[in-house]
Antibody, heavy 119, light 110 residues
Framework: QVQLVESGGGVVQSGDSLRLSCAAS??????MHWVRQAPGKGLEWVAL????????YYGDSVKGRFTISRDSYENMVYLEMNSLRVEDTAVYYC??????????????WGRGTLVTVSS | QSVLTQPPSVSAAPGQWVTISCSGSISNIGSNDVSWYQQLPGTAPKRLISENTKRPSGIPDRFSGSKSGTSATLAIAGLQTGDEADYYC???????????FGGGTKVTVL
């Protein structure tokens, strides 16, 4: 079955670290993204890792604090989040991209995992 | 402030037609393909349109996309109560090297 399943969310304090995981099944070799949505707000793109892990890109609000990585053998994508802030509180979605750079679209989404950062 | 500008809300009666605009710049919409996403309450986003105008398999032909210059538009024909959702446009920004979403548009069926 083709699907994405996120895990690793929870409640942490400001300044803490957390690692999110995204388990992909039914496919391999796609570019993968993290997208987040703060409570009651719109979608915010967080990070991208190419299909082969050769390139990564980050949104300005997380650059230098978050790191995206992948384990192609285990078919997993990770988001290492450091120096967490209250404003990082959001549902974090893992998404697959299809198409040729940079004309992608996100055709497969996970159900998301909630990260709550308290002060 | 989102790089892509969408109206916060649109509304229409069942059976009517609505359009949602997405305005950007030469470095994003003007250079790259736009996709559209529907987010029903409490669920993950779902892709409606890819590459400006293409409807993936399973998406009703009531949904259509277009692009002209630095703007894109999503049209929903024959509005149904099940279409009440938030809709987002998105594309790559070649100057910023980031993906950008519009702020989202809430569609209400009167």
């Amino acid at each position: 079955q083709v699907q994405l399943v996120e895990s690793g969310g929870g409640v942490v304090q400001s300044g803490d670290s957390l690692r999110l995981s995204c388990a992909a099944s039914g496919f391999r070799g796609y570019g993968m993204h993290w997208v987040r949505q703060a409570p009651g707000k719109g979608l915010e793109w967080v990070a991208l890792i190419w299909y082969d892990g050769s390139n990564t890109y980050y949104g300005d609000s997380v650059k230098g604090r978050f790191t995206i990585s992948r384990d192609s053998y285990e078919n997993m994508v990770y988001l290492e989040m450091n120096s967490l802030r209250v404003e990082d509180t959001a549902v974090y979605y893992c998404a697959r991209d299809v198409g040729y750079f940079p004309n992608w679209s996100f055709d497969l989404w996970g159900r998301g995992t909630l990260v709550t950062v308290s002060s | 402030q989102s790089v892509l500008t969408q109206p916060p809300s649109v509304s229409a009666a069942p059976g009517q037609w609505v359009t949602i605009s997405c305005s950007g710049s030469i470095s994003n919409i003007g250079s790259n393909d736009v996709s559209w996403y529907q987010q029903l309450p409490g669920t993950a986003p779902k892709r409606l349109i890819s590459e400006n105008t293409k409807r993936p398999s399973g998406i009703p032909d009531r949904f259509s996309g277009s692009k002209s210059g630095t703007s894109a538009t999503l049209a929903i024909a024959g509005l149904q109560t099940g279409d009440e959702a938030d809709y987002y446009c998105g594309t790559w920004d070649s100057s910023l090297s980031v993906w950008v979403f519009g702020g989202g548009t809430k569609v209400t069926v009167l």
